[in-house]
């Protein structure tokens, strides 16, 4: 079973986050940055991990971020095969 399969049946969804961000060298302009990844919702450990890490280590202020979640599969709609059946 691959890794992004076992986080989806542990509970975690694709969150994608929108941000806007400051240039370092021009503050009056924005720029864009997509960042995606599979996350727990309401708390977003991994999504707060990396907004901390951003505003720690990188030049660019944030001036926004817009985010949607989506869980892709559950442990209840996961279910174990008990036969096959092969045609031809």
Avoid: C
């Amino acid at each position: 079973m691959t890794n992004d399969m076992e986080l989806q049946l542990k509970g975690y969804g694709l969150t994608t986050a929108h941000i806007l961000y400051r240039m370092p060298d021009h503050p009056a302009l924005l720029q864009t940055y997509i960042w995606q990844h599979y996350d727990i919702a309401p708390d977003f450990p991994e999504m707060r991990n990396f907004l901390r890490f951003w505003q720690e280590k990188l030049d660019g202020p944030l001036h926004s971020v817009r985010y949607v979640h989506r869980k892709l599969i559950s442990a209840s709609e996961w279910r174990a095969l008990k036969g096959e059946f092969i045609l031809h």
